[in-house]
């Protein structure tokens, strides 16, 4: 009876050992992101900063709300590998780890960021705002919300087709607004107090947002040597002296769909 008890704490002490073994454990230097997972649910992944990157509490993770805790280095935060929320505004943060391809929505505003990590493909929410960055790193196609105000930004890189929010307001320099087809809200859309005088193109949207539609359409000379998203641009008339020129008694039209021809073709 005595063998076989000790047979059986022995075997158990194997069990312990190779669950022990295939544990791996990553260093969460930032002593006050320890005490935010300790605090968290996370005190049975960690053995003092150690956090056990393959406990079932970090895979099954998919929102992480660590703002408002003086936090300075999110080192550990790739092993959260399904992570769709981050919420880590407010804090002391200079850089960021990389991130989870999972991602879904980034609010990463009043912090210390001089530069953002590769941006996962599936982001759709981007706030980084109240940093000094002076950059964006590429934006994904998914991108749908953009909120990087006051800022040291310079200049944007190209954005999404379609944007539901677009605040870039006090970042005095950036001149010039990339081509955006379409904007999808009737509000969050902010260039004040950036260099910005004009617009690449149309910009598609419903109702009136005053800080689309009273901008004017760049030239293709203009002050900024901006880019133009435009081929064609002029006024639909109804030309009632048959002059092919549109004069101030005659009325513009709107929401009126045209057919560009060459010779009896339509141009795409």
């Known amino acids: 009876m005595k ?14 050992g190779v669950q022990k073994s295939l544990a791996q454990y990553m260093t969460i230097p930032d002593p006050n992101f320890v005490t935010w997972l300790q605090n968290n649910g996370y005190e049975t992944c960690m053995i003092g900063n150690q956090l056990d990157t393959t406990c079932p509490m970090v ?4 929102t992480i709300a660590c703002n408002y805790n003086n ?27 990389p991130l989870p391809a999972s991602l879904g929505s980034l609010y990463c505003g009043i912090n210390q960021l001089t530069t953002l990590p590769p941006l996962p493909s599936s982001l759709t929410i981007l706030d980084c705002g109240y940093n ?41 320099g950036i001149s010039c607004l990339p081509p955006l087809a379409a904007f999808t809200a009737t509000g969050s859309f902010n260039v004040s107090g950036t260099g910005i005088g004009c617009l690449p193109n149309v910009i598609q949207h419903a109702g009136y ?15 900024n040597d901006c880019e133009v998203g435009w081929n064609i641009l002029g006024t639909v008339f109804k030309d009632d002296d048959s002059d092919c020129s549109f004069d101030t008694a005659e009325s513009a039209l709107k929401n009126v769909k045209v057919l560009v021809m060459q010779g009896d073709s339509v141009i795409n």
Do not use: K
């Open 3 to 16: 063998r076989r008890f000790l047979l059986l704490l022995t075997a158990l002490g194997l069990m312990l």
């Open 59 to 62: 895979l099954a993770t998919t």
């Open 71 to 97: 936090i300075s280095d999110l080192t550990g935060l790739e092993a959260f590998d399904n992570l769709i929320e981050l919420y880590c505004d407010n804090n002391q943060l200079t850089s960021l780890p």
């Open 132 to 172: 000094q960055l002076t950059a964006l790193p590429p934006l994904p196609s998914s991108l749908e919300s953009l909120w990087c105000d006051h800022n040291q930004i310079t200049s944007l890189p190209p954005l999404p087709a379609v944007l539901g929010s677009l605040v870039i307001h006090g970042n005095p």
């Open 209 to 223: 947002i005053a800080a689309i539609d009273t901008m004017p359409i760049c030239d293709v000379i203009n002050a």
